[in-house]
């Protein structure tokens, strides 16, 4: 049966929310990324340890909630393929911006996930896993 007109309207004011969100959110994450790389320098001691686990579990939050925006902006355009209908948006675009704001943060704390993907990300939110936050040994 074929997606209705205002379905496939829906569908696509879906995945356009979904993306704006992912943007606004990789956004701010990029910010407070910055803003503790600087605060981090100025921190010693205890407090400073006590502020990179902060940043880093929040970091990883928030890596998980741009995971699972990816992941509705995909089924949604799987629904739009399914019926035959042009694909609502690029989900490159989105992987790119996660990419740029894992790359950025990695920058400030000094550590190395290039070779984390986000598929290796879905995989760890879904079994519970915190995400990486150093260097592989």
């Known amino acids: 049966m074929a997606m209705q007109q205002s379905e496939e309207q829906a569908t696509r ?14 956004g701010r994450q990029q910010d407070v990324q910055s803003t503790a790389g600087n605060l981090a320098n100025a921190y010693q001691g205890a407090d400073g340890g006590k502020f990179k686990t902060l940043m880093e579990t929040w970091d990883g939050h928030v890596d998980t909630i741009l995971v699972n925006l990816d992941r509705m902006v995909d089924e949604l355009n799987e629904t739009l393929r399914e019926q035959g209908l042009v694909q609502g948006s690029s989900s490159e675009a989105v992987d790119q911006e996660y990419s740029r704001s894992t790359a950025v943060f990695d920058e400030l704390n000094g550590t190395d996930l290039s070779s984390s993907t986000t598929q290796d990300r ?6 519970g896993t915190p995400p990486r936050t150093g260097s592989p040994a």
């Open 13 to 26: 004011g879906g995945i356009l929310s979904l993306e704006t969100a992912f943007n606004e959110i990789a």
């Open 122 to 127: 879905a995989a760890e939110a879904e079994s």
